[in-house]
């Protein structure tokens, strides 16, 4: 089968190979890739700017997907051939810990995902473990599926801030995971502000579309809402950019929520004096726990046609560089890739 394989975490040493299809043990499943979606870390990985164990390399990139089951070992009850499924990309964990004990794999510092530590699913088929999937009805399309695990992503961190309708909650960063946040937010009913930059006009005019109320990228975003009179009650952080980090805290209110859900390979300044002064509650939000998971599922079946909103192209693995490239130089919409189209 094809595979995109990442053989340096140096940054670049990526190639399109044919790889043996993955042998499945009892507990585990084969699934045939239908759509896989870059995601920001498999760009950074790309790129060189995160960090991997050199002990897995070479290794199958990607995280994101949507499959049909086409194998399961003697043990699995949990799926049938034929089942689409999803997955959360953690394929191994202590299983012992309270985080695990409690379904918070993200948090137990055993855990391995499949992408970064084990192959993952650029490309034809994948290997996974049972406890690992979901099931995906009939009622979500294969495009729609390949979405809900950055979905989930968003959901924890608009579910960790307590969002009221009567809100004003300010979106920075339009990346995928910021426009599926800022999609989740409007499910509260809140009033939703995305802001970018003017390299971001594309994105913000797809958060139009999704609901977002209103959209900036003029750079002076505190002049405009204090002009109008807007009050910013919750801070969902989707670049991980420290000038948005700090564009955030400005703009929230005294007793506000900021939740730092954008991720970033370099350290970030912050000021804890204006936390401390405002009173502010400051969380951070990584990947998704199980119970996200089920809701995600749940709320795409709603959703599904502004979610597609944000996929820009398909494309087949053989063109994976041209994706990361695009994806490089616009930050996104998503792409998918189609590993078994023709």
Known sequence: MEGIILHDSQGKMVTLENIEIPQIEEHQLLVQVKRAGICGTDLKLYT???SVDNDVLPVVLGHEFIGEVVAIGDKVNKARVGDRVVAQPTYSTCDQCRYCLRGEFTLCNKRKRIGFDSNGVFAEF???????????????????GALIEPLTVAV?????ANIQPTDTVLVTGPGSIGL??????KQFGAT??????LADAERLEIATKLGADMTD???DLPTLLQKKGITVDVVLE???NSNAVDLGLNLLRPKGTFVQIGTSSKKLNVSFMDIAYKELKVTGSIGAFKEDWY????????VQSKALLIVKKFLPLKDFEKGFEECLQNGGPKILFTPNSK
């Not at 599926?180 to 937010?185: F, K, N």
């Not at 939703?192 to 930059?197: A, D, F, L």
């Not at 809701?295 to 709603?302: D, K, S, V």
């Open 238 to 240: 989707c670049s991980g």
């Open 126 to 144: 994948a290997k996974l473990n049972e406890n690992q999937i979901y099931l995906v009805p009939d009622s979500i399309s294969d495009d729609a």
């Open 156 to 160: 924890r961190g608009a579910y960790k």
């Open 48 to 50: 060189g700017n995160y």
């Open 217 to 219: 990228m003029s750079g």
């Open 192 to 197: 939703v502000i995305v802001s970018g930059t």
């Open 295 to 302: 809701t995600t599922i749940n709320l795409m079946e709603r």
């Open 180 to 185: 599926l946040t800022a999609l989740v937010a």
